[in-house]
């Protein structure tokens, strides 16, 4: 019942910027937080930021001061902003969501089908 839809991914020289959306819609009570993983070949899934509901940011060491999340809470959207991009950024990243439905009292995680950022040298 909650979607979430990734768009933004994409090949990149090193030094270049994208930025990746993550629309969360569907029966949504509460939205308490959203954020990025990635997940790179032969490594672990990490993550990358996260923001709360209340505006509240982490980002893993080797992203900050690069890449910036943001959220629109009426549209039920968050954004990566890649800026400054390194050829170990290339992963998968998937978007992540901690939702109340409509009908439920606790909240569940959600994920989305992930997109893939490449960085060239």
């Known amino acids: 019942q909650v979607q979430l839809v990734e768009s933004g991914g994409g090949l990149v020289q090193a030094g270049g910027s994208l930025r990746l959306s993550c629309a969360a819609s569907?029966?949504?009570?509460?939205?308490?937080?959203m954020g990025w993983y990635r997940q790179a070949p032969g490594k672990q899934r990490e993550l990358v930021a996260a923001?709360?509901?209340?505006?509240?940011?982490n980002y893993a060491h080797s992203v900050k001061g690069r890449f910036t999340i943001s959220r629109d809470a009426a549209k039920n959207t968050v954004y990566l902003q890649m800026d400054s991009l390194k050829p170990e950024d290339t992963a998968v990243y998937y978007c992540?969501?901690?939702?109340?439905?409509?009908?439920?009292?606790?909240?569940?995680?959600?994920w989305g089908q992930g997109t893939q950022v490449t960085v060239s040298s």
């Open positions: 992540n969501a901690n939702i109340v439905q409509d009908w439920a009292r606790t909240a569940s995680d959600f």
């Open positions: 569907g029966s949504i009570f509460r939205l308490n937080a």
């Open positions: 923001i709360t509901s209340g505006g509240d940011t």
